[in-house]
């Protein structure tokens, strides 16, 4: 069967990621060029000897990790390339697409040099290199918007709806609230179907939804917004956390009132953040505690029925958490942090 060869095939790629004591080996390490020479021991060798010629320090494995990242997209996408499991991966890949724009308006919104706004973008979704460029030298968040309606990207949709509020309020978010709307839900209806990996993608996509909006409610009592004004930035489709919850959390105006309100939910766990913790309306130590639950969950699609391509979804996720890692790793040593908090930010899996 192809599902077994592909699965096969993932398999083979997930025995060269980064154990936990490659990271070990790499928060041993007392510089960026010490983290550099390691990691030209791992999978990222050729990237990083790419990179090293082009950078150093910081950007230099930067670079390389976003090279590395984008082949292990393309590698995995020609598996399943005109596959019906295809749409799997291509929703997955498409949170990319939602990323890079968010990256080339917010760029365009501050008036930062083109060059700035390339660095930080990863092509490894369904728009290309070459299309991403062109947005990004577009003099600002119109034009940028125009061009995308004019050669017909999907996410122009969404942009245009909002875009006279975006410059009504100068607010950012606005457009970024509407690509969000507009991918989890095409995403969801792109999983309408009866089959056991649509509900599975769909129940991880659900997850999401949960832990954006629970973010957000955090944010707004944080920022002591109102619930009105908080609904009109929340996300339709999650698997657990309703609207009226989520408002609900937003009135009690204290995040461990808030928190109290999970207790019939599988996001109770953040009850055992102590208080002391999340006062003064820190949300941090909450918002890395929910990015753990998802990537877990995420991760957990790899350890599913063998016959079945979300398998490579739960690859995607932990090759995504490895790059995570690594950056982390790499911006602790650049600030100067000591090796036991290196450790806390990182989740091993």
């Excluded at 598996?79 to 917010?106: C, H, M, P």
């Excluded at 209806?189 to 999401?208: A, F, M, Y």
């Excluded at 009690?252 to 953040?270: C, G, H, M, Q, W």
Aim: net charge negative; glycine share 6%; aromatic share 8%.
């Amino acid at each position: 069967m192809y599902v077994e060869y592909v699965n096969a095939r993932v398999h083979g790629m997930s025995s060269r990621l980064i154990t936990i004591h490659g990271f070990e080996r790499l928060i041993a390490q007392p510089s960026l060029d010490g983290i550099i020479t390691e990691l030209e021991k791992t999978p990222y060798r050729e990237e990083i000897v790419e990179a090293r010629i082009l950078h150093t320090g910081i950007g230099c494995i930067e670079y390389a990790l976003r090279k590395n990242l984008l082949k292990t997209y393309r590698k995995v996408f020609a598996l399943v390339e005109g596959e019906k499991s295809a749409r799997y991966i291509t929703i997955f890949l498409k949170k990319w697409d939602v990323q890079n724009i968010k990256t080339i308006i917010r760029g365009k919104n501050i008036q930062a040099p083109n060059e700035v706004i390339s660095g930080c973008l990863i092509p490894a979704g369904t728009m290309d290199e070459t299309t991403l460029i062109e947005l990004v030298k577009q003099p600002d968040v119109r034009a940028v918007v125009d061009l995308m309606a004019t050669w017909d990207i999907e996410y122009a949709v969404p942009l245009t709806r909002y875009i006279g509020e975006f410059f009504e309020q100068n607010k950012i978010g606005t457009l970024e609230y509407a690509l969000d709307e507009y991918y989890f839900e095409s995403s969801l209806k792109e999983l309408s179907g009866k089959r056991q990996d649509d509900r599975v993608v769909c129940d991880l996509i659900g997850t999401e939804i949960d832990t954006r909006n629970l973010k957000t409610a955090l944010m707004m009592i944080r920022d002591s917004v109102p619930a009105d004004d908080a609904a009109l930035f929340l996300l339709k489709g999650g698997k657990e956390i309703n609207t009226g919850m989520i408002l609900d959390m937003v009135r009690t105006k204290k995040i461990p009132d808030a928190v109290r309100l999970l207790e019939s939910t599988s996001y109770r766990f953040l009850q055992s953040v102590p208080d002391i913790e999340v006062s003064g309306g820190k949300i941090s130590v909450l918002e890395k505690e929910l990015d753990r639950y998802l990537i877990r969950k995420g991760i957990a699609m790899f350890r599913g029925d063998p016959l079945s391509f979300t398998i490579v979804i739960g690859y995607l996720w932990a090759k995504l958490n490895e790059i995570t890692n690594i950056r982390v790793i790499s911006r602790c040593r650049e600030a100067g942090m000591p090796d036991e908090l290196m450790e806390s930010e990182i989740f091993y899996v």
